[in-house]
T-cell receptor, first 111, second 117 residues
Framework: GESVGLHLPTLSVQEGDNSIINCAYS??????FIWYKQESGKGPQFIID?????DKRQGQRVTVLLNKTVKHLSLQIAATQPGDSAVYFC??????????FGKGTRLSVIA | DTAVSQTPKYLVTQMGNDKSIKCEQN?????MYWYKQDSKKFLKIMFS???????INETVPNRFSPKSPDKAHLNLHINSLELGDSAVYFC????????????????FGSGTRLTVV
């Protein structure tokens, strides 16, 4: 399930199920988006990116969907594995500005 | 060989002290950044340097002073540390000036956890 408020939103999924992590971005001028994965004690790591001229992009077991109309981004992870447990961030970018990160969602995989 | 390395990994210090965090990247990138991650995991840009020149300073107190001796290094010096400075500080680099045309975004270091007591 999900919990929000003072704590980081958490998504708990069973191993083998698909995960969907959502993100609302803030700036309609942003035209490049990245999903990052941050494991405990490590820095964020690139997962997948998408440019604003695309609605969908697929990688290995991951898919990113972009809905510019409602400024929404989602990350789908197929057949979630214990190694997918981490905090996931979306980040948005527009020309000549640094990456701006969203709030993060903790994915917890139940074996 | 670590792409972006930060030292130290952990730093515990008393209020009022001055401390430095070092960052080095061996990727040949032109741009480096400092991000601060608070206890709620929120990541916020602090500084950006391109070829040793300061490009962005995002409303960071003057107690924080970044220094880039060459484009492979970006150090962060903090004066008169306060309790609110406790956080994890991440260094990152990217190939081009701010705009991540390369398809892998920024490369981050593993972070420095600063605890001010």
């Amino acid at each position: 399930g999900e919990s929000v408020g003072l704590h980081l939103p958490t998504l708990s999924v069973q191993e083998g199920d698909n995960s969907i992590i959502n993100c609302a971005y803030s700036n309609s001028a942003s035209d490049y988006f990245i999903w990052y994965k941050q494991e405990s004690g490590k820095g964020p790591q690139f997962i997948i990116d998408i440019r604003s001229n695309m609605d969908k992009r697929q990688g290995q077991r991951v898919t990113v969907l972009l809905n510019k109309t409602v400024k929404h981004l989602s990350l789908q992870i197929a057949a979630t594995q214990p190694g997918d447990s981490a905090v996931y961030f979306c980040a948005e970018n527009r020309w000549e500005t640094p990456l701006v990160f969203g709030k993060g969602t903790r994915l917890s995989v139940i074996a | 060989d670590t792409a972006v390395s930060q030292t130290p990994k952990y730093l515990v210090t008393q209020m009022g002290n001055d401390k430095s965090i070092k960052c080095e990247q061996n990727l040949g990138h032109d741009t480096m950044y400092w991000y601060k991650q608070d206890s709620k995991k929120f990541l916020k840009i602090m500084f950006s340097y391109n070829n040793k020149e300061l490009i962005i300073n995002e409303t960071v107190p003057n107690r924080f002073s970044p220094k880039s001796p060459d484009k492979a290094h970006l150090n962060l010096h903090i004066n008169s540390l306060e309790l609110g400075d406790s956080a994890v500080y991440f260094c990152a680099s990217s190939q081009e000036l701010l705009r991540t045309r390369a398809s892998y975004g920024y490369t981050f270091g593993s972070g420095t956890r600063l605890t001010v007591v």
